[in-house]
């Protein structure tokens, strides 16, 4: 679909996890300077692409337009518990479908994980938002694409033609920035 923009976002430990080793994102990961920008991304964002585990859960969360990957439903179906939500199986319908029946033709949509739902998108993000937080180590912990820890999250997006830009801080007592990794041109 020519008219949607596809943008990434994660916050990833020095070591590339996204979560720790029982699946869940802890305390050290979550800094108030990311969780603003985050925040202030879905905001802007026409719709908000996850897996059944990756919710922001964030105040506005119930306002947005979002589609949820799970193997539950064969297609596409409302998701009857969210009625801004669309339920998509990509092994039966495709992305552009799922848009539609969510209701979005253009505008910015915002891939925000796990692991399986951002390398679904490798090869189709217009910039993915990589936030490191460079003090965190999280041994044994859930690697944020696939691929990670054999090559580094850097690695990975290098290797899907995206280049990175100029990183912008956003906690520095704790070395925490995001840095935008656009694709060339
Ligand atoms: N640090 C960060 O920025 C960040 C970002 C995102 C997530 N996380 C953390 O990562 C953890 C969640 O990770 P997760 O591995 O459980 O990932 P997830 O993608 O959120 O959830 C996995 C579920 O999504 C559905 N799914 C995923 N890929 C699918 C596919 N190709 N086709 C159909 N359904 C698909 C399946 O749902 P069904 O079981 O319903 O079939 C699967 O069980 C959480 O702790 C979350 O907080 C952290």
Not at 114 to 139: E, N
Not at 150 to 170: M, N
Request: proline share 8%.
């Amino acid at each position: 679909m020519p008219g949607l923009r596809i943008e990434g976002y994660v916050i990833v430990s020095a070591d590339g996890m996204l979560a720790n080793a029982d699946r869940v994102m802890p305390m050290e990961l979550k800094f108030e300077g990311d969780a603003k920008f985050f925040t202030a991304a879905l905001d802007r964002a026409d719709l908000i692409v996850h897996g059944r585990h990756s919710h922001e859960g964030q105040a506005n969360s119930p306002q947005r337009k979002r589609v949820v990957l799970t193997r539950s439903i064969g297609t596409i179906a409302p998701d009857p518990s969210n009625p801004r939500a669309t339920l998509w199986n990509p092994a039966g319908a495709s992305f552009e479908s799922a848009c539609e029946q969510a209701g979005v033709r253009s505008g910015t949509v915002a891939i925000i994980g796990g692991p399986a739902v951002f390398g679904m998108f490798m090869d189709r993000y217009d910039t993915f938002w990589l936030s490191q937080a460079k003090r965190v180590r999280l041994p044994g912990g859930e690697p944020c694409f696939p691929g990670v820890p054999a090559k580094s999250p850097q690695q990975i997006l290098a290797a899907h033609g995206l280049k990175a830009g100029e990183a912008q801080i956003l906690d520095g007592a704790n070395d925490v920035s995001v840095t935008p990794w656009r694709r060339r041109g």
